[in-house]
């Protein structure tokens, strides 16, 4: 194992450690969930970009950049005859995405990316002409136009050599459309406002609805689901933003995630939950041995002292790179000792995983193993 992997393999497990440390804290609902309607929707289009310098579609084999181009032309009272078929190198034809926000007014400015769907080699210095972007229901919500910036740079022998550095095809145009459409007001269409976990989770939920209720008075939220708590709320558009403010920064402690051990097999990542553990179990891998055993110890205190008698558990873990083939895990231990104790010996990131995958098919890894 080279030193750089064994580097990264540590400061994962250090960095998996100190998480798992951390005590429960309070988190904002404005952190853990989102209004019900208040989303963003996607846009999408298709146009020309003009002023290329050389660097466009090769019309033999984009046709509909010529089709795309006559018909603009015609539109603007320009006939091209239809047996003219122009060898452009300067436009190209492109796709145009966006995200229209919530509330979002006739009026106001959105980014836009575009991006080449011919065999343009670079949009570098060229300008997006008018082009509609239309929502999933066909309605036109924004006009997208003006030039690109471009982060990648390409350039093209006549031998047929090339040389690009990030992506040139693709560019974006802050501001690059206006919008045209508002959408459909779902804000204030009922007398609950719906907020939407962003992930589901019974005991965050029950939280988060004990504590609006702390804040707004009993019976003001119930539990729609794992995800959904609805909130009563005022029609008029003020009063309901303001209870919306006071909402998003109520304070709570959620759930605790559900035990759940991350494997990227890739790079050799290794996330653990901190509610995983190991049920007893013994595993043969390579020439690395794992002792992890547990004991109790019991604290007796002097008959005259008044005090308990306390048993208290010691778990001790030896790791070896040498002799048994054997690994011994006892029930009770944590994965963050198992990978502590493993990584002592230097062992690579393939062994933890392979370990992992065996603890799981036997039956004794309380988690669920997920594998990227």
Known sequence: MTMRTLSLFRCAVVALTVACALPAHAERIKDLAQVGGVRGNALVGYGLVVGLDGSGDRTSQAPFTVQSLKNLLGELGVNVPSNVN???KNVAAVAIHAELPPFAKPGQPIDITVSSIGNAVSLRGGSLLMAPLKGADGQVYAIAQGNL?????????????????????????????????ALPDVFGASGEITLNLHQNDFTTVSRMVN???ASFGEGAARAVDGVTVAVQAPTDPGARIG??????????SPGTAPARVVVNSRTGTVVIGAQVRVSPAAIAHGSLTVTVSESAQVSQPNAFAGGQTVVTPQSTI?????????????????????????????????????????????????????VI
């Not at 209870?243 to 709570?252: H, K, S």
């Not at 006892?330 to 994965?335: F, N």
């Open 149 to 181: 910036i471009v982060g990648g740079f390409g350039a093209q022998g006549k031998d047929g050599s090339r040389m690009s550095v990030n992506i040139p095809s693709v560019g974006r145009i802050p501001n690059g459309a206006t919008v045209e459409r």
């Open 243 to 252: 209870m919306l403010a006071r909402i998003e920064n109520v304070e709570l």
């Open 318 to 370: 030896t790791a070896s790179n040498e002799g048994s083939r054997m690994f011994r895990f006892d029930g009770g231990a944590t994965l963050d000792e198992i990978v502590r104790a493993v990584n002592e010996v230097g062992a690579a990131p393939g062994d933890l995983i392979a370990i992992l995958e065996a603890l799981k098919q036997a039956g004794a890894l309380s988690a669920e193993l997920e």
């Open 86 to 88: 122009p060898q452009l």
């Open 211 to 213: 504590a609006l209720n």
